[in-house]
């Protein structure tokens, strides 16, 4: 079983950078595609990011392209999200998630593993 433990979230500023972070357990193999999607109160969960298994694919939301960046590194087992030129509609819980496959997934549903979420806030 695959366990996903996400941190890094919390409150700041409109214009200012997070970095989130999602540490994986439970197996040790690197051939694992990674995610970020995020869903704000009443709003649908929302693709942001994913990648594949050697780091060396990405692919963004609309909403964010430019703006954030996913990386991982296998040696850690944790994957990464940079977020910079927050704005408040960036406001959302944000989830990490992964699945045995080696290239990039930007559906939920393809994904097998979720984890709890960490809050960001941006304030105006």
């Known amino acids: 079983q695959v366990q996903l433990v996400e941190s890094g979230?919390?409150?700041?500023?409109a214009g200012g950078s997070l970095r989130l972070s999602c540490a994986r357990s439970g197996r040790t193999d690197s051939t694992y595609a990674m995610g970020w999607f995020r869903q704000a109160p009443g709003?649908?969960?929302e693709f942001v990011a994913a990648i594949n298994w050697n780091g060396e694919s990405t692919y963004y939301g609309t909403s964010v392209k430019g703006r954030f960046t996913i990386s991982r590194d296998n040696v850690k087992n944790t994957a990464y999200l940079q977020m910079n030129s927050l704005k408040p509609?960036?406001?959302a819980?944000?989830?990490?998630?992964s699945d045995s496959t080696a290239g990039w997934l930007t559906q939920y549903p393809q994904y097998k593993y979720w984890?709890?979420?960490t809050l960001v806030t941006v304030s105006e």
């Open 9 to 13: 979230g919390g409150l700041v500023q």
């Open 89 to 91: 509609e960036d406001t």
């Open 43 to 45: 709003k649908v969960r």
């Open 93 to 97: 819980r944000y989830y990490c998630a």
């Open 115 to 117: 984890g709890q979420g």
